[in-house]
């Protein structure tokens, strides 16, 4: 079986050879049918005359699928000969019928329209070498018929196939269209998953990390002074590392398939009822922060939870990083019937706005750009800016819809 289809590939691969082994048949009838009528009464022409025009037509379709144009006026010019110099139809004259199909299948359009109309009057012209006793009106038309009707049906077969191929290469040119937007979209899905996720490594890494510094440095100062107070700061230091594994492990498992995680592995997404665990904490760690919640709590999307976490986190990181040692902030919640608003001030010296538009508390490009992609992805509006009495603002309205 794997030969035979080897065979099929080869031969499809190279059509030449197929036609010429099919030209090499139509050759030999064509030499059995010129030798056999030779001195039969009426007939007309020489055998040399009636080979040549056979090898001729045999030319034609040995190479009619490789020079498609060219094979069909050779076989107009060969037709005309024949008629002009009267010889007799023979076998090989088939290759008008092939010519006639390939050119109307794979040819230019020009010569699909010329290959019907030749053959038509081809076909009207062979009428006038008919016996005379032919010539009545039934006998008109059954030639007509019969001259006409096959050159008819190699056109439209050939003309069919053309069609086929067409919608075919459509298909074929629509499915490859298809597979490269699939492409593109899985790469655009990709890039929006990674900004996701370099995202959300910011928002842990810049936060905890910062408060595990100031932890650290507090320490470290009232170490000999006051133990325990730096007791108190080892032990922030620890739960807020604790708390950033917690948080580096869930991001991490949606790198992970399914079968390789495990239950109780990875923490919940972090939500508006976490904001008062990040303020303690802050606090915690030295920045006063005043905390208000104002209209009646309710459920929310899980995605305008989470923004709304990190973009506290991300203010409140910023102010610790840039308030200066007497900075204090503070974060208002509001319900409104058709939003969340969120507001975050602080009375900090602050640092130069272009810093938070271009590089954000690490100064690698995640500060309030990342936090406009933030809430652009649930449909809010963020304005950012300096306070007119000093310090830093960062206000938002996320758009409130039915949890599902």
């Given at each position: 079986?794997?030969?035979?289809?080897?065979?099929?590939?080869?031969?499809?691969?190279?059509?030449?050879?197929?036609?010429?082994?099919?030209?090499?048949?139509?050759?030999?009838?064509?030499?059995?049918?010129?030798?056999?009528?030779?001195?039969?009464?009426?007939?007309?022409?020489?055998?040399?005359?009636?080979?040549?025009?056979?090898?001729?037509?045999?030319?034609?379709?040995?190479?009619?699928?490789?020079?498609?144009?060219?094979?069909?006026?050779?076989?107009?010019?060969?037709?005309?000969?024949?008629?002009?110099?009267?010889?007799?139809?023979?076998?090989?004259?088939?290759?008008?019928?092939?010519?006639?199909?390939?050119?109307?299948?794979?040819?230019?359009?020009?010569?699909?329209?010329?290959?019907l109309s030749v053959s038509l009057v081809a076909a009207a012209l062979a009428q006038l070498r008919w016996p005379a006793e032919h010539s009545g009106f039934v006998g008109q038309v059954a030639i007509a018929v019969f001259q006409t009707v096959p050159f008819a049906l190699a056109w439209v077969l050939g003309d069919s196939m053309r069609?086929?191929?067409?919608?075919?290469?459509?298909?074929?040119?629509?499915?490859?269209?298809?597979?490269?937007?699939?492409?593109?979209?899985?790469?655009?899905?990709?890039?929006?998953?990674?900004?996701?996720?370099?995202?959300?490594?910011?928002?842990?890494?810049?936060?905890?990390?910062?408060?595990?510094?100031?932890?650290?440095?507090?320490?470290?100062?009232?170490?000999?002074?006051?133990?325990?107070?730096?007791?108190?700061?080892?032990?922030?230091?620890?739960?807020?590392?604790?708390?950033?594994?917690?948080?580096?492990?869930?991001?991490?498992?949606?790198?992970?398939?399914?079968?390789?995680?495990?239950?109780?592995?990875?923490?919940?997404?972090?939500?508006?009822?976490?904001?008062?665990?990040?303020?303690?904490?802050?606090?915690?760690?030295?920045?006063?922060?005043?905390?208000?919640?104002?209209?009646?709590?309710?459920?929310?999307?899980?995605?305008?939870?989470?923004?709304?976490?990190?973009?506290?986190?991300?203010?409140?990181?910023?102010?610790?990083?840039?308030?200066?040692?007497?900075?204090?902030?503070?974060?208002?919640?509001?319900?409104?019937?058709?939003?969340?608003?969120?507001?975050?001030?602080?009375?900090?010296?602050?640092?130069?706005?272009?810093?938070?538009?271009?590089?954000?508390?690490?100064?690698?490009?995640?500060?309030?750009?990342?936090?406009?992609?933030?809430?652009?992805?649930?449909?809010?509006?963020?304005?950012?800016?300096?306070?007119?009495?000093?310090?830093?603002?960062?206000?938002?309205?996320?758009?409130?819809?039915?949890?599902?």
């Open positions: 079986m794997g030969y035979v289809q080897r065979l099929y590939d080869f031969l499809r691969r190279h059509p030449t050879w197929v036609d010429t082994f099919w030209a090499v048949v139509l050759l030999g009838l064509s030499g059995v049918s010129v030798v056999s009528l030779h001195g039969v009464p009426g007939h007309h022409g020489t055998i040399a005359t009636a080979a040549i025009v056979s090898v001729v037509l045999c030319v034609v379709v040995a190479l009619r699928r490789r020079y498609p144009e060219p094979m069909l006026l050779v076989a107009c010019a060969t037709g005309l000969a024949q008629l002009v110099l009267d010889v007799e139809t023979t076998v090989a004259d088939f290759a008008m019928l092939v010519i006639t199909y390939t050119v109307a299948a794979i040819g230019a359009r020009w010569a699909s329209r010329l290959a069609t086929r191929r067409a919608y075919f290469a459509q298909l074929e040119e629509r499915a490859a269209r298809l597979e490269k937007e699939r492409e593109a979209q899985a790469k655009v899905a990709v890039a929006a998953e990674r900004a996701r996720i370099a995202r959300e490594l910011h928002d842990v890494v810049a936060h905890n990390v910062s408060v595990m510094v100031v932890q650290a440095d507090g320490a470290a100062y009232v170490l000999d002074a006051a133990p325990d107070q730096a007791k108190k700061a080892l032990e922030t230091i620890s739960s807020t590392g604790r708390q950033a594994l917690a948080e580096m492990r869930r991001l991490l498992g949606v790198l992970r398939t399914g079968e390789h995680q495990e239950g109780g592995e990875y923490v919940p997404q972090p939500d508006v009822e976490q904001i008062d665990d990040l303020i303690e904490q802050c606090r915690t760690s030295g920045l006063p922060v005043d905390f208000k919640v104002e209209g009646t709590p309710r459920p929310l999307p899980s995605g305008v939870e989470l923004t709304a976490y990190r973009i506290v986190q991300e203010a409140l990181t910023n102010t610790r990083k840039h308030g200066g040692p007497n900075a204090g902030a503070s974060v208002r919640l509001v319900y409104f019937d058709d939003g969340l608003g969120l507001l975050v001030e602080d009375d900090g010296k602050g640092a130069p706005h272009e810093l938070y538009e271009e590089g954000g508390a690490d100064g690698q490009g995640h500060g309030l750009i990342g936090m406009r992609e933030r809430v652009g992805m649930v449909g809010g509006t963020l304005d950012a800016g300096p306070r007119p009495g000093g310090g830093f603002r960062i206000s938002v309205l996320l758009p409130l819809k039915p949890a599902h």
